[in-house]
Protein backbone atom coordinates (compact mmCIF):
# COMPACT_ATOMS: atom_id res chain seq x y z
CA UNK A 1 0.00 0.00 0.00
CA UNK A 2 1.49 3.44 -0.97
CA UNK A 3 1.77 6.07 1.32
CA UNK A 4 0.01 8.96 1.51
CA UNK A 5 2.93 11.44 0.75
CA UNK A 6 0.96 14.74 1.10
CA UNK A 7 1.10 17.90 3.67
CA UNK A 8 -1.98 17.62 5.21
CA UNK A 9 -3.49 20.23 7.42
CA UNK A 10 -5.98 18.82 10.02
CA UNK A 11 -8.21 20.75 11.95
CA UNK A 12 -10.27 19.34 14.77
CA UNK A 13 -10.38 18.85 18.75
CA UNK A 14 -6.85 17.50 19.96
CA UNK A 15 -8.32 14.32 21.84
CA UNK A 16 -10.95 11.55 21.07
CA UNK A 17 -11.67 10.04 17.45
CA UNK A 18 -10.83 13.08 16.04
CA UNK A 19 -6.87 12.55 17.35
CA UNK A 20 -7.32 9.26 16.24
CA UNK A 21 -7.90 9.69 12.72
CA UNK A 22 -4.95 12.79 12.75
CA UNK A 23 -2.87 9.66 13.63
CA UNK A 24 -4.25 7.82 11.09
CA UNK A 25 -3.04 9.97 8.41
CA UNK A 26 0.21 9.92 9.97
CA UNK A 27 0.68 6.17 10.20
CA UNK A 28 -0.25 6.25 6.02
CA UNK A 29 2.50 9.02 5.47
CA UNK A 30 1.46 11.96 5.63
CA UNK A 31 3.15 15.17 7.27
CA UNK A 32 0.43 16.67 9.28
CA UNK A 33 -0.32 19.86 10.85
CA UNK A 34 -3.01 19.28 13.35
CA UNK A 35 -4.82 23.16 14.92
CA UNK A 36 -7.93 22.82 17.64
CA UNK A 37 -9.78 25.14 16.66
CA UNK A 38 -11.10 25.64 19.86
CA UNK A 39 -8.09 26.53 20.88
CA UNK A 40 -8.00 29.88 18.77
CA UNK A 41 -11.23 31.30 20.67
CA UNK A 42 -11.84 32.62 24.14
CA UNK A 43 -11.77 30.35 26.60
CA UNK A 44 -14.85 31.35 28.16
CA UNK A 45 -17.61 28.31 27.99
CA UNK A 46 -20.05 30.67 26.56
CA UNK A 47 -18.29 30.17 23.42
CA UNK A 48 -19.75 26.42 23.37
CA UNK A 49 -22.81 27.52 24.49
CA UNK A 50 -23.08 29.96 22.07
CA UNK A 51 -22.39 27.79 19.58
CA UNK A 52 -25.13 25.04 20.60
CA UNK A 53 -27.95 27.69 20.60
CA UNK A 54 -26.85 30.47 18.37
CA UNK A 55 -24.85 28.69 15.36
CA UNK A 56 -20.69 28.68 14.91
CA UNK A 57 -20.80 31.02 12.04
CA UNK A 58 -20.93 34.10 14.45
CA UNK A 59 -17.27 32.99 15.57
CA UNK A 60 -16.06 33.18 12.00
CA UNK A 61 -14.43 36.35 12.23
CA UNK A 62 -12.13 34.76 15.07
CA UNK A 63 -11.77 32.08 13.30
CA UNK A 64 -10.51 33.69 10.16
CA UNK A 65 -8.29 36.22 12.48
CA UNK A 66 -6.43 33.14 14.50
CA UNK A 67 -5.70 31.07 11.36
CA UNK A 68 -4.24 34.22 9.21
CA UNK A 69 -1.47 34.27 11.81
CA UNK A 70 -0.75 30.45 12.90
CA UNK A 71 -1.21 29.85 8.66
CA UNK A 72 1.26 32.88 7.55
CA UNK A 73 2.38 31.70 4.26
CA UNK A 74 2.08 28.02 4.59
CA UNK A 75 0.87 25.58 2.03
CA UNK A 76 -0.53 21.93 1.77
CA UNK A 77 -1.95 19.49 -0.47
CA UNK A 78 -5.18 18.88 1.66
CA UNK A 79 -6.95 20.64 4.27
CA UNK A 80 -8.98 17.51 6.13
CA UNK A 81 -11.47 19.40 8.66
CA UNK A 82 -12.85 17.41 11.16
CA UNK A 83 -16.14 18.31 12.44
CA UNK A 84 -16.87 22.43 11.52
CA UNK A 85 -18.47 23.47 13.88
CA UNK A 86 -16.87 26.79 13.88
CA UNK A 87 -15.75 26.48 9.52
CA UNK A 88 -17.99 29.47 8.17
CA UNK A 89 -17.56 30.17 4.38
CA UNK A 90 -15.09 32.39 5.01
CA UNK A 91 -12.97 30.13 6.91
CA UNK A 92 -12.91 27.87 4.01
CA UNK A 93 -12.15 30.88 1.79
CA UNK A 94 -9.24 31.70 4.14
CA UNK A 95 -8.03 27.84 3.67
CA UNK A 96 -8.14 27.56 0.03
CA UNK A 97 -5.14 30.29 -0.01
CA UNK A 98 -3.34 27.66 1.89
CA UNK A 99 -4.57 24.43 0.82
CA UNK A 100 -5.34 22.77 -2.63
CA UNK A 101 -8.48 21.11 -1.69
CA UNK A 102 -10.49 21.45 1.35
CA UNK A 103 -12.73 18.41 2.63
CA UNK A 104 -14.55 18.12 5.40
CA UNK A 105 -15.38 14.82 7.10
CA UNK A 106 -18.00 14.58 10.24
CA UNK A 107 -18.81 11.93 12.99
CA UNK A 108 -22.13 13.73 13.81
CA UNK A 109 -25.47 14.66 11.78
CA UNK A 110 -24.81 17.86 10.82
CA UNK A 111 -28.24 18.28 9.18
CA UNK A 112 -29.92 16.44 11.17
CA UNK A 113 -32.56 18.03 14.10
CA UNK A 114 -30.64 17.38 17.29
CA UNK A 115 -28.11 19.34 17.38
CA UNK A 116 -29.52 22.77 17.06
CA UNK A 117 -27.84 25.65 15.54
CA UNK A 118 -24.71 23.89 16.42
CA UNK A 119 -23.67 23.02 12.98
CA UNK A 120 -24.95 25.83 11.07
CA UNK A 121 -21.54 27.48 9.73
CA UNK A 122 -21.37 23.73 8.54
CA UNK A 123 -24.30 23.93 6.49
CA UNK A 124 -23.56 27.44 5.17
CA UNK A 125 -19.86 26.33 3.91
CA UNK A 126 -21.60 23.31 1.98
CA UNK A 127 -21.19 24.27 -1.29
CA UNK A 128 -17.72 25.87 -0.69
CA UNK A 129 -15.98 22.39 0.22
CA UNK A 130 -14.24 20.33 -2.61
CA UNK A 131 -15.83 17.08 -0.45
CA UNK A 132 -18.31 16.35 2.48
CA UNK A 133 -18.08 12.76 3.56
CA UNK A 134 -20.27 11.55 6.39
CA UNK A 135 -21.67 8.59 8.07
CA UNK A 136 -25.02 8.60 7.16
CA UNK A 137 -27.24 7.97 4.23
CA UNK A 138 -29.87 10.49 5.50
CA UNK A 139 -27.29 13.17 5.17
CA UNK A 140 -26.21 12.92 1.39
CA UNK A 141 -29.23 14.11 -0.04
CA UNK A 142 -29.70 16.79 2.94
CA UNK A 143 -26.05 18.15 1.76
CA UNK A 144 -26.78 17.83 -1.94
CA UNK A 145 -29.61 20.00 -1.08
CA UNK A 146 -27.18 22.73 0.42
CA UNK A 147 -25.21 22.78 -2.37
CA UNK A 148 -22.54 20.31 -2.05
CA UNK A 149 -20.13 19.91 -4.66
CA UNK A 150 -19.05 16.31 -3.60
CA UNK A 151 -19.97 13.84 -0.94
CA UNK A 152 -19.14 10.85 0.39
CA UNK A 153 -20.91 8.17 2.71
CA UNK A 154 -18.68 5.99 4.86
CA UNK A 155 -18.90 3.95 7.83
CA UNK A 156 -17.46 5.48 11.35
CA UNK A 157 -14.18 3.25 12.42
CA UNK A 158 -12.01 2.02 15.41
CA UNK A 159 -8.39 2.84 14.78
CA UNK A 160 -5.52 0.64 15.08
CA UNK A 161 -3.78 1.79 17.85
CA UNK A 162 -6.23 3.38 20.60
CA UNK A 163 -8.82 -0.05 20.51
CA UNK A 164 -6.30 -2.62 19.64
CA UNK A 165 -6.27 -5.25 22.94
CA UNK A 166 -4.95 -5.17 25.48
CA UNK A 167 -3.13 -7.28 28.11
CA UNK A 168 -5.60 -7.89 30.48
CA UNK A 169 -4.21 -8.60 34.06
CA UNK A 170 -5.85 -10.30 36.89
CA UNK A 171 -5.90 -6.46 38.60
CA UNK A 172 -7.57 -5.16 35.39
CA UNK A 173 -10.24 -7.81 35.76
CA UNK A 174 -11.18 -6.88 39.25
CA UNK A 175 -11.27 -3.46 38.93
CA UNK A 176 -13.17 -3.32 35.45
CA UNK A 177 -15.12 -6.68 34.89
CA UNK A 178 -18.55 -6.87 34.68
CA UNK A 179 -21.44 -9.07 33.38
CA UNK A 180 -23.33 -6.78 31.12
CA UNK A 181 -21.61 -2.96 30.20
CA UNK A 182 -23.17 -0.13 28.72
CA UNK A 183 -20.55 2.36 28.15
CA UNK A 184 -21.61 6.04 26.70
CA UNK A 185 -23.52 9.25 27.53
CA UNK A 186 -27.28 9.48 29.21
CA UNK A 187 -29.91 10.27 26.60
CA UNK A 188 -33.69 10.25 27.49
CA UNK A 189 -34.50 6.92 25.46
CA UNK A 190 -31.47 4.97 27.10
CA UNK A 191 -32.88 5.29 30.76
CA UNK A 192 -36.15 3.69 30.72
CA UNK A 193 -34.32 0.36 28.22
CA UNK A 194 -31.60 0.37 30.85
CA UNK A 195 -34.08 0.37 34.03
CA UNK A 196 -36.52 -2.53 32.30
CA UNK A 197 -33.18 -4.74 31.50
CA UNK A 198 -32.51 -4.40 35.35
CA UNK A 199 -36.01 -5.05 36.25
CA UNK A 200 -35.91 -8.10 34.02
CA UNK A 201 -33.07 -8.78 35.77
CA UNK A 202 -30.01 -8.63 33.76
CA UNK A 203 -26.41 -7.88 36.10
CA UNK A 204 -26.30 -4.58 33.92
CA UNK A 205 -22.92 -2.32 35.04
CA UNK A 206 -23.47 1.59 33.59
CA UNK A 207 -20.27 3.98 32.91
CA UNK A 208 -20.62 7.36 31.37
CA UNK A 209 -21.59 11.04 31.38
CA UNK A 210 -24.97 12.80 32.77
CA UNK A 211 -26.78 9.87 34.11
CA UNK A 212 -28.06 11.64 37.09
CA UNK A 213 -30.31 13.79 34.56
CA UNK A 214 -32.30 10.66 33.83
CA UNK A 215 -35.42 10.11 35.23
CA UNK A 216 -34.85 6.70 36.11
CA UNK A 217 -31.65 7.66 38.21
CA UNK A 218 -33.27 6.41 41.57
CA UNK A 219 -33.10 2.37 39.94
CA UNK A 220 -30.14 3.53 37.98
CA UNK A 221 -27.76 4.65 40.72
CA UNK A 222 -26.95 1.07 41.88
CA UNK A 223 -25.57 0.00 39.13
CA UNK A 224 -23.55 3.59 37.37
CA UNK A 225 -19.50 2.70 38.38
CA UNK A 226 -18.77 6.24 36.95
CA UNK A 227 -18.29 8.49 34.60
CA UNK A 228 -16.58 8.86 31.12
CA UNK A 229 -13.12 7.15 30.38
CA UNK A 230 -11.29 6.80 27.93
CA UNK A 231 -7.41 5.54 26.70
CA UNK A 232 -6.75 2.20 28.56
CA UNK A 233 -8.92 2.14 30.71
CA UNK A 234 -12.36 2.51 27.85
CA UNK A 235 -9.92 -0.27 26.61
CA UNK A 236 -9.61 -2.56 29.58
CA UNK A 237 -13.78 -1.87 30.63
CA UNK A 238 -14.97 -3.19 27.16
CA UNK A 239 -12.19 -5.75 27.32
CA UNK A 240 -12.94 -7.15 30.74
CA UNK A 241 -16.80 -7.02 30.23
CA UNK A 242 -18.64 -10.14 29.04
CA UNK A 243 -21.25 -8.63 27.06
CA UNK A 244 -21.04 -5.07 25.80
CA UNK A 245 -24.41 -3.24 24.86
CA UNK A 246 -24.86 -1.18 21.89
CA UNK A 247 -27.39 1.82 22.26
CA UNK A 248 -28.42 4.15 19.55
CA UNK A 249 -29.59 7.88 19.44
CA UNK A 250 -32.37 8.33 17.92
CA UNK A 251 -32.33 11.99 17.63
CA UNK A 252 -29.28 11.58 15.91
CA UNK A 253 -30.74 9.06 13.58
CA UNK A 254 -27.99 6.36 14.50
CA UNK A 255 -28.11 2.82 12.53
CA UNK A 256 -24.63 2.00 13.83
CA UNK A 257 -22.17 4.35 16.13
CA UNK A 258 -18.61 3.60 16.87
CA UNK A 259 -19.36 1.36 19.91
CA UNK A 260 -20.34 -0.61 16.46
CA UNK A 261 -16.81 -1.06 15.85
CA UNK A 262 -14.49 -0.10 18.92
CA UNK A 263 -16.69 -3.30 20.59
CA UNK A 264 -15.16 -5.63 18.48
CA UNK A 265 -11.85 -4.24 17.52
CA UNK A 266 -11.14 -4.33 21.75
CA UNK A 267 -12.75 -8.33 21.31
CA UNK A 268 -15.51 -7.52 23.25
CA UNK A 269 -18.78 -9.20 22.43
CA UNK A 270 -21.41 -6.71 20.86
CA UNK A 271 -25.06 -6.75 21.57
CA UNK A 272 -27.14 -4.35 19.65
CA UNK A 273 -30.43 -2.73 18.57
CA UNK A 274 -31.39 -4.80 14.69
CA UNK A 275 -30.46 -2.33 12.48
CA UNK A 276 -29.83 -2.89 8.61
CA UNK A 277 -26.55 -1.44 9.09
CA UNK A 278 -25.60 -3.93 11.95
CA UNK A 279 -27.19 -6.51 10.26
CA UNK A 280 -24.71 -5.86 7.48
CA UNK A 281 -22.10 -5.69 9.28
CA UNK A 282 -21.90 -8.92 11.02
CA UNK A 283 -23.76 -12.22 11.24
CA UNK A 284 -26.43 -12.16 13.66
CA UNK A 285 -25.57 -14.72 16.26
CA UNK A 286 -22.19 -15.81 14.74
CA UNK A 287 -20.56 -12.56 14.63
CA UNK A 288 -22.85 -10.16 17.80
CA UNK A 289 -26.07 -10.56 18.97
CA UNK A 290 -29.37 -8.08 18.22
CA UNK A 291 -32.70 -7.37 19.42
CA UNK A 292 -35.43 -5.05 18.98
CA UNK A 293 -36.64 -4.28 22.92
CA UNK A 294 -35.64 -5.16 26.43
CA UNK A 295 -37.01 -8.14 26.04
CA UNK A 296 -35.27 -9.50 23.35
CA UNK A 297 -32.13 -7.86 24.76
CA UNK A 298 -32.23 -8.95 28.27
CA UNK A 299 -33.08 -12.68 26.49
CA UNK A 300 -29.87 -12.46 24.50
CA UNK A 301 -27.59 -11.30 27.63
CA UNK A 302 -28.85 -13.94 29.30
CA UNK A 303 -27.96 -16.60 26.74
CA UNK A 304 -24.76 -15.28 26.59
CA UNK A 305 -23.86 -15.05 30.29
CA UNK A 306 -25.04 -18.93 30.35
CA UNK A 307 -22.19 -20.49 27.45
CA UNK A 308 -18.54 -18.97 28.10
CA UNK A 309 -17.67 -20.90 24.98
CA UNK A 310 -20.15 -19.92 22.61
CA UNK A 311 -19.92 -16.08 23.95
CA UNK A 312 -16.11 -15.99 23.48
CA UNK A 313 -16.50 -17.96 19.88
CA UNK A 314 -19.17 -15.29 19.11
CA UNK A 315 -16.55 -12.40 20.19
CA UNK A 316 -13.80 -13.99 18.54
CA UNK A 317 -15.90 -13.76 15.19
CA UNK A 318 -17.15 -10.03 15.15
CA UNK A 319 -13.28 -9.22 15.67
CA UNK A 320 -12.41 -10.92 12.49
CA UNK A 321 -15.34 -9.98 10.81
CA UNK A 322 -14.73 -6.10 11.56
CA UNK A 323 -11.27 -6.23 10.59
CA UNK A 324 -12.18 -7.87 7.26
CA UNK A 325 -15.03 -5.22 6.56
CA UNK A 326 -11.88 -2.58 6.74
CA UNK A 327 -14.04 -0.56 9.21
CA UNK A 328 -10.38 1.05 10.69
CA UNK A 329 -9.25 5.10 11.05
CA UNK A 330 -6.53 3.86 8.29
CA UNK A 331 -8.66 2.26 5.81
CA UNK A 332 -11.46 5.52 6.14
CA UNK A 333 -9.19 8.07 5.77
CA UNK A 334 -7.31 6.80 3.18
CA UNK A 335 -10.76 6.23 1.46
CA UNK A 336 -11.80 9.95 2.60
CA UNK A 337 -8.26 11.63 1.33
CA UNK A 338 -8.34 9.42 -2.37
CA UNK A 339 -11.46 10.55 -2.81
CA UNK A 340 -10.99 14.38 -2.24
CA UNK A 341 -7.70 13.67 -4.68
CA UNK A 342 -10.20 13.09 -7.09
CA UNK A 343 -11.62 16.16 -7.20
CA UNK A 344 -10.52 19.09 -9.56
CA UNK A 345 -8.38 21.44 -8.29
CA UNK A 346 -9.85 24.40 -6.73
CA UNK A 347 -8.68 27.92 -8.18
CA UNK A 348 -6.69 29.76 -5.51
CA UNK A 349 -8.50 32.34 -3.49
CA UNK A 350 -7.35 35.88 -4.01
CA UNK A 351 -5.02 37.31 -0.70
Not at 310 to 327: C, D, E
Amino acid sequence: MSPLNLDILYLGPKSGTCLDRANALRRLGARVEHIDLRQLLPRTPWVDRWTWHVGGHWFGPLVVRALQGVLAHKRYHLCHVDGGEWVSPAVVALLRRHADRVVNYNIDDPTGPRDGARFSAYRRAAPHYDLMAVVREDNLPELQALGARRTLRVYRSADEVSHAPRRVSDRDQLTWGSEVLFLGTWFPERGPFLRDLIRLGVPLTIRGAHWHKAPEWPELQAHWAGGSIGGDDYALAIQCARVNLGLLSRENRDLHTTRSLEIPALGGLFCAERTPEHTAMYREGEEAYFWRDADECAAMCRHALADEHRRAQVARAGQARYLRNGHTNEAVMRQVVEEALRAPVAKRAMA
